[in-house]
Structure formats: C-alpha cells, structure tokens
C-alpha cells in the first residue's frame, strides 16, 4: 500500500533555528515530491517540487532534499521567523494511476 | 492572476439535497483534481482527471461524482449528502498531471451536512 508518513506531527522552536522536518514514502515509484505551506483556514501553497531525477531544490530559506531509496525527504527551513508558523505538507504522485498521497503534515510553530 | 477558483467557500445543507462545488483554472492546466481534509485523516483524494473526458476515482470516491466537460471546469457532485460528507474540500489542477507540474491549490470549500 502507497503511505506518505510526517514525524514530528508538532514542532516548536525559538526564533532562528535551523530546522528539518521529515517525509517518508512507500514505493519508490514516484514522478515527484511536493512540500506545501497551509495556513490555518487556508488553502496549500505550493514550496518546492522535486521530480523523480532530482536530489534537491532550494527556494530562498528552504530546501527540500530527495532520496527514493530510503523513500525519504526533508524539508530543511533556515534561519527560520515566526511568519513561518504553519502546517507543512508533503504530497507524492505516484507514477502508477496518478494518484497523488498526502503526508498528515507537521504543524509548526516558531516561537519569537 | 493564475488561480484555481472554487465556489462557494462556505456551504451549510441538509441530507440527500442535491448539490455542487464548482472549480475552475485559468491556467490551461490539463490536470484537476478534488481533495477533502478531516482532522486526524489529512489531505485524501475524492477523484482526478487528466484531461477533458477523462475521470478517474480516487481513494475515497463513494458519494461523489464529477465531470470534465471543458479544460477549465471539474465540478464535484453530491447526489444526496450526508453527514459524514462534512468536510473542508480543496480543488486542485497541474499542467500536465506529470513530474514536472506542481499542484495549485483553491482557498477550499467549507460544507456541513445537518
């Protein structure tokens, strides 16, 4: 079966740590791996995406890491602020069916 | 502005009265696709489509239907909603469906069923 798994489910930490927050899948068949934001109430913004080929992306402070064999990525948030709190999300698309599964999502929290 | 629009945002009704959320894309995606999110479930998918004509179930279909009549269109359908249709639904469209095509995303459609 397809699973996507986020641990930690919560995070806090003080303003201007380095942080990693984590996702791993089942089955390495995969076309890509998309991180998202999610505001409380809000839609999903989209933060980074890494096809299948790909190792990393960066985008300003994230950057966002790929490794099929583990079935693992991390999002990794420098310097991080408190307009950073939220929920992340990973989401994969699977190459079979095009079904796209997401991760539960971290829900974090930047303390000033 | 490229956007994925969804009406309405907010929807209280009753059980088995028909009704439909509407979502449109201005970006000539080919991709859409219907999400709904419940606490401690997270995102899951209701149904996809990877281009005009052609729909496919998601993990959780039962109750719903849609269709792809234009590119621009995938309405969602609740023949006769229930209560545990009660749920924060999201539309969601890609150019191509493939590696290379993030995702965006509605603002989502809040529905109750009493």
């Known amino acids: 079966k397809q699973e996507v798994t986020q641990i930690p489910a919560a995070l806090s930490v003080p303003e201007g740590e380095n942080l990693v927050l984590n996702c791993s899948f089942t089955d390495s068949a995969i076309y890509n791996l998309q991180w998202f934001r999610q505001d409380p109430g809000k839609g999903l913004t989209s933060l980074l995406l890494?096809?299948?080929?790909?190792r990393e992306q960066t985008s300003g402070r994230l950057n966002a890491s790929l490794d099929k064999s583990s079935g693992r990525s991390t999002l990794y948030i420098a310097a991080s602020q408190p307009g950073d709190s939220a929920t992340y999300l990973c989401?994969?698309?699977?190459?079979?069916?095009?079904?796209?599964?997401f991760g539960s999502g971290t829900r974090l929290s930047i303390r000033p | 502005e490229a956007q994925v629009t969804q009406n309405p945002r907010y929807l209280i009704t009753v059980t088995g009265k028909k009704l439909t959320v509407t979502c449109s894309q201005n970006?000539?995606?080919?991709?859409m696709s219907w999400y709904r999110q419940d606490p401690g479930l997270g995102l899951r998918q209701i149904y996809y489509s990877m281009n005009v004509e052609v729909t496919d179930k998601g993990d959780v279909p039962e109750g719903y239907k849609v269709s792809r009549k234009e590119k621009r269109n995938f309405p969602l359908i609740l023949e006769s909603p229930s209560p545990n249709q009660t749920s924060l639904y999201f539309c969601?469209?890609?150019?191509?469906?493939?590696?290379?095509?993030?995702?965006?995303f509605g603002n989502g459609t809040r529905l109750t069923v009493t």
């Open positions: 890494i096809q299948s080929s790909q």
């Open positions: 969601a469209s890609s150019l191509t469906g493939q590696q290379d095509s993030p995702l965006h």
């Open positions: 989401a994969v698309l699977y190459s079979s069916a095009s079904k796209i599964i």
């Open positions: 970006m000539n995606h080919e991709y």
